[in-house]
């Protein structure tokens, strides 16, 4: 079994979470933490929906930010896939979809302030990035044969729309309506940063105990998300479009002279700046190495390992749930709503509420990161293990699952794994602004400070961090022979 | 039930549509989240109600985030007024020349900060914090927000005058809780051991009788400072017409309603100027806040 290069690898992988735990620091600080818990599953069975008057206009918010963000994402996203064999194009799109959406709202908040054209961009950039990647994939597996038998004169547009795009219709659409339920929560979530969706009340609700206020507004949250296929149809996807642009809000209007100082004067280090010219450029990227750079870098993979595979275990431990091949209909339906909410709450929100009840320490981190992650690996490889038809004399119980599924499931289990390493990744440096030591609490930190050039190569630093990342889980996929799935 | 809901989808409709109508002449300012949003929304949309009746201008409040959130609408003209702390108003300032401290409260020409632990510390009350010195080592810290002034900068200033090293060094944990209120919450509930935090803040909660103090109490006051003030751009007579600024003066100074004086909570409000918080300034510098 050893011989095997998959099991190798998760050894391998394994051993180094087990090395990062002794360096991490997992704790349960607070008192009473299991009465808190007991007291916000309270708050959720008694949810108060009446709480504030502003729930109903975030929750349109929400909707409005996600639907212009994705289609200005996804509109960008597919000129970029055009050209996406060009080398700029594809360092371009892998550098702005590494800048996690909080990062891009922090940035845009610091000029555009709390204009909706903030919220908007920081969905759209990093979206058109992700979409460029995708939809240049799709296309690029599309079925030669319609182009070859065109005749000759054809125009390239005709070509394209004509005997390209049909054959990877489906395949886009549904990526896209995808990306538009991640859209939901990337928009719920830029409120926890002051723009008005649902974030901004979750936060306000969670910070003073409001549990029954903060369950309705999670509730809400999971009904939006499970009725995706009940309200976004296609024939109303266009009025949804053009409508959404009408209730993302006023906010507060755009001085364009801030853009101008923000790229003129704000993200120019602090020694430049001062006139003290290149030689204090030295001393000034030292103390930010020393100081923010290389700790949080540290904390960051540190932490990424651990969730990595506490999310593979997870996602292991969870298929069963949704497979039909253990269990009747009842407990099935159980483990579905069980891996639904773990993967329709962001891992910002799940990580929010456990540093809440637990404390601060990378525990609450872990968890959410492995629950949210593990919860999307875990339905994933459930749904595909329905496909497999066992021998009428297959083992039952423990041993089916351990000698005759697992081991089937086990490849694209661990490409859905290596897929989804950068971004646990990109999500456990955002954490960082939630107050776990990650290389989003020294961006913040800057923030706070002032400091938007410190913030600013901190950001870029988070940025290349996540591009290796990326290429390394590449290279691993490659190594392995692991086939790829672009929707996960 | 559902009327209720009805009532407030009606509502939550007209506050979205008058919210877009609002003209670009609208006095918007902000504050600091220092606090509980609930408590800050009642506070100063109370604030706004009495600015827009004693200036003839629509004054809208916008709440935010973090101090930084404050700090950066202010520097970006999105708000022309703002309730800062003594340090955010030090940043703001020196971000947005000609900007001015207009009034403080009568309680910030000195205010302190209160360090609090929980009493399964068992640390006592001392004059000195040098004094505690042994008993706070390898406790678990936290701060308010990393923008506070009494939450984070004053006592960083004083722990590393006692300690001669900086926080992380001397605590074996060291958070930032966010605001004034939860850092109480979180030390009461023994999250962290050891907290400080906003004195008015205490003493309201304490006279609020909303702290159990079985399970926390205050173990060393600082000397005092000058902190918070309302702060105001100065160009704001070019927009709204000369002597405006005056008027938004006078009119702070003037604020006697007890009810909202009372949710500050300030006895009421005083004169002031920028020069009175070079100590402020001075210290940030020191401790390598402010450059």
Redesign the interface.
Known sequence: MFSYPTVRTSLIFVAIALVSLLFS?IAI????PWQ?LGNFFLGVVTPN??SS?????AL?RTVAFAFVGVAVGSASGFLLALVYRFLPVRIFCNFIRAIHELFWALIF???F??HPLTGVLAIAIPYAGIFAKVYSEILDEADPEPRNLLPPGTGVISAFLFARIPDCWHQIRTYTAYRLECGLRSSAILG???LPTLG?YL??SF???LYSDAGAMLILFYVLIATIPIWVRPKLLPIYVLSAPFFL??G??I?WG?VARFFTQDIVP?PLRNGEGLAGLGPWLNDLMVNAALPGIWNTVILTQIALVATGILALLAFPLVSNHFGGPIRRTFGHVFLVIARSTPEYVLAYILLQLW??SMLPAVVALALHNGGIIGHLIGRQTNSIRLRPDAPKGFNRYTWELTPRVYRSFLAFLFYRWEIIMRETAILGIL?IYTLGFYV??A?????FDRALVLILITALLNIGIDTLGRYIRRKLALQTMPTC | MATSFIRKLVVSSLLFFSASVATAQTFVFTAIPDEDETKLVERFQGVADYLSEQLDVDVRYIPVKSYAAAITAFRNNQVQLAWFGGLSGVQARKLVPGSEALAQGVEDKAFETYFIANTSTGIEPADNLADLADELRGKTFTFGSKGSTSGRLMPEYHIREAFGEAPEDVFSRVGFSGNHTRTLRLVEAGTYQVGALNFQVWKKEMDDGNIDTDAVRVIWKTPPFPDYQWTIRGDVNDRFGDGFKEKVKQALLNLKDPKLLESFPRSGFIPVSNDAYEPIRKTAEEIGILD
């Open positions: 620091d600080t607070s008192s009473n808190d929906f009446f008057e502003g729930l109903m206009t349109l908040l610091q000029f302030g709390f926890f940063v002051g901004f936060e306000a910070s003073q105990g809000g006023e507060l209007p001085v801030n602090a404390g601060p107050g913040d930190s923030i706070q400070n002032i400091h």
